[in-house]
C-alpha cells in the first residue's frame, strides 16, 4: 500500500518534471531510470518543493527577453564617456548652480549654466534636419515656500524630438540642472553637484547629441530642468505644461545621482542601476485603488510595468548593466524629479546608481578629520555615467519605436469562469502602421517578472484558458519590426 502510494507520487512528479523539464528546455538523460523508484518520501517533498515554484502550468511559451537590435546596438555604441566627462566637468566649472544663484552673470551660476545646456541642444538639432527642436520654457516661482525665498525664475531646457508616426505620444528623460550645498538657501558657495545630478543632465544631452539624427515613430524629450532641491519645481511645471497641451506621456524616467558605482565603504558595484518604481499610483482615487487591492493588483502599475520593461529590454551585452528595479517610489527621506508625473497619472521611474554615499551629496565642500566631503568631479565614474546613458538609450528607443501600450484593458468578471477573457483598444491616437497584433502576458502570482507569452494576434479581445484567480495577466503591443510595448494590466470588465 505504502509501496503503492509512492509509485502513483512518483508517478506525478515525473510527469511534472517532464512538463518542466520541456518548458526549460532542459531535459537530464542521466536522471531517467530505475533508481528514481528508489527515491524515499523525503526527497521526494523537497522536488515538490522545488517544482511548486513552478506551478501553475498554463499555456504559452517561455517569456525571452527583446534583445537590441543592429540599429540599437549602433546608437548604443556612440554614448562616449569621454563626452560625459566633458559635460559633468563643465557643469561643475560653473561654480554653484544653486536655483538662488545669479541668473544673469556669464561665468559663475545657474544662468550660465542654462545657457550652456541650451547652446549644446542647439548644436545637436542643427544636425536633426529639423526634427529637434530646442525650447526653454520659464515661468516664475513666486516666494514663499520656505526653499524659495524671493520670486525666482525657473527654466527648463527640452530637446523634443516629434515621432514620426505617433508624433502625440511622448517619451522622456530628465535631469536636473540645479545644485545645492548643505544649506539649500546658500546660493553663494562652490556646489558642483558633479554627481547630483550633472551626471543625469550630461545623460539627457549625450542621448540628445546620438538621438538627433535618429527618426523615432513616437515623440522623444531629452531634458534638463531645475528649482529640484527647492522642491521639484522644474519637473512640476513640464509635467503640467505636458498635460495641460494632452500629451500622451507614456514613460517618463529621471537620472538622478546615476554618476558614482563606489559605495562609502570604498566598495564598487559598476554593473547595477537601481530603478526606483511606485506601487500603488499616487494618481489613483480611493476606489480605484480599493479594486486595484481587492484583485492582488499593487505590484502592477504603469509604473511598474515600466519598470519590468526596462529591466528586459536594457539588461543586455549591449548595456553591460543589470537595471535592478526597487519596487518603492523613492528612496527614504527622498523625492526626485518622477514624482510630478506620477502625481499627474503618468508612468514614472527613477535611476539612482546601486549604493550612494553621503558624504558627497547636499554637503559643503571640505575636509574633515582627512575626509574631502562635497559633490566633486573626482568621485564621478564616466564609465559607469555611460552605462547608464546606454540603458536610458535602450529603454527609450525601445519604447519609442513599439507601439503604444494597451489601453482600457479589462478583464471579464461577468460570470465565473475558469477562462479568462481580456478586452483591450490600441494604445495610440493614430491607425499605427506599425502595429502587427498583441500579446497576452503571464506569470504566477508571486513571480516579480512576466515567465509566458500568448500570441493573439491582431485582435482587441481574447480568451485564454487560464485562470485569472491563479495567475497575474497583462497585455502588450508587438511591432511590424519586432519592437513591444510594456504590458498594460487588466482592471474588472463586463
Ligand atoms: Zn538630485
Not at 559633468?88 to 556669464?106: A, C, E, H, M, W
Not at 525665498?149 to 530637446?159: F, K, L, Q, R, Y
Not at 539627457?204 to 546620438?210: D, G, K, N, Y
Not at 551585452?317 to 508625473?341: C, K, Q, S, W
Request: hydrophobic share 40%.
Amino acid at each position: 500500500m505504502r509501496l503503492g502510494l509512492l509509485g502513483l507520487l512518483y508517478s506525478l512528479y515525473a510527469l511534472q518534471y517532464g512538463l518542466w523539464a520541456i518548458a526549460h528546455g532542459t531535459h537530464d538523460e542521466s536522471e531517467d531510470g530505475d533508481e528514481h523508484l528508489e527515491l524515499n518520501a523525503r526527497q521526494l517533498s523537497l522536488d515538490q518543493c522545488n517544482f511548486a515554484a513552478q506551478w501553475p502550468p498554463g499555456p504559452g511559451q517561455l517569456f525571452t527577453s527583446q534583445e537590441p537590435n543592429t540599429e540599437l546596438r549602433q546608437m548604443l555604441a556612440e554614448i562616449d564617456p569621454n563626452r560625459i566627462e566633458a559635460i559633468i566637468t563643465k557643469l561643475v566649472s560653473f561654480g554653484t548652480r544653486s536655483t538662488l544663484s545669479s541668473q544673469t552673470d556669464p561665468v559663475r551660476g545657474i544662468g550660465a549654466a542654462r545657457d550652456w545646456i541650451a547652446s549644446q541642444m542647439h548644436g545637436f538639432a542643427n544636425t536633426s534636419n529639423g526634427r529637434m527642436t530646442i525650447t526653454t520654457p520659464s515661468f516664475v516661482q513666486p516666494a514663499g515656500s520656505e526653499r524659495i525665498p524671493n520670486d525666482t525664475v525657473i527654466t527648463n531646457i527640452m530637446a523634443t524630438i516629434k515621432g514620426s508616426t505617433d508624433p502625440n505620444r511622448v517619451y522622456l528623460i530628465s535631469g536636473h540642472y540645479d545644485s545645492r550645498v548643505t544649506d539649500v538657501l546658500n546660493a553663494i558657495d562652490d556646489s558642483p553637484g558633479a554627481d547630483d545630478d550633472a551626471s543625469g543632465v550630461a545623460i539627457s544631452m549625450e542621448l540628445a547629441r546620438i538621438l538627433a539624427t535618429r527618426n523615432p515613430s513616437a515623440t522623444v524629450i531629452l531634458a534638463a530642468v531645475a528649482g529640484e532641491e527647492q522642491g521639484l519645481f522644474g519637473s512640476t511645471f513640464m509635467a503640467q505644461q505636458l498635460l495641460e497641451q494632452g500629451a500622451d506621456v507614456q514613460g517618463m524616467f529621471t537620472n538622478d545621482i546615476v554618476g558614482s558605482s563606489t559605495a562609502d565603504d570604498g566598495t564598487k558595484d559598476p554593473f547595477n542601476v537601481r530603478l526606483f518604481a511606485q506601487g500603488i499610483p499616487s494618481s489613483e482615487s480611493a476606489s480605484t485603488v480599493a479594486t486595484r487591492e481587492s484583485i492582488g493588483g499593487e505590484n502592477d502599475s504603469p509604473a511598474r510595468e515600466l519598470g519590468r520593461f526596462s529591466a528586459e529590454v536594457a539588461t543586455n551585452d549591449a548595456t553591460n548593466m543589470n537595471v535592478r528595479v526597487i519596487y518603492r517610489e523613492d528612496r527614504f527621506l527622498r523625492g526626485g524629479d518622477h514624482e510630478p508625473f506620477l502625481d499627474r497619472g503618468f508612468p514614472a521611474a527613477r535611476f539612482t546608481e546601486p549604493h550612494e554615499n553621503f558624504a558627497h551629496q547636499h554637503q559643503d565642500v571640505r575636509v574633515v578629520d582627512g575626509v574631502q566631503f562635497g559633490d566633486l568631479t573626482e568621485f564621478v565614474d564616466f564609465e559607469f555615467t555611460a552605462r547608464v546613458g546606454r540603458v536610458n538609450l535602450a529603454t527609450l528607443w525601445s519604447l519609442a519605436q513599439a507601439p503604444g501600450t494597451p489601453r482600457n484593458l479589462t478583464i471579464s468578471t461577468s460570470v465565473l469562469t475558469n477562462n479568462s477573457t481580456l478586452t483591450w483598444v490600441p494604445g495610440s491616437d493614430v491607425v499605427d502602421p506599425n502595429l502587427a497584433g498583441f500579446e497576452v502576458l503571464w506569470r504566477p502570482t508571486t513571480e516579480p517578472f512576466w515567465s509566458h507569452i500568448i500570441p493573439v494576434g491582431s485582435v482587441t479581445k481574447t480568451t485564454v484558458l487560464l485562470s485569472k484567480d491563479n495567475v497575474i495577466m497583462g497585455v502588450r503591443a508587438v511591432g511590424k519590426n519586432g519592437f513591444k510595448s510594456p504590458a498594460a494590466y487588466p482592471f474588472p470588465g463586463p
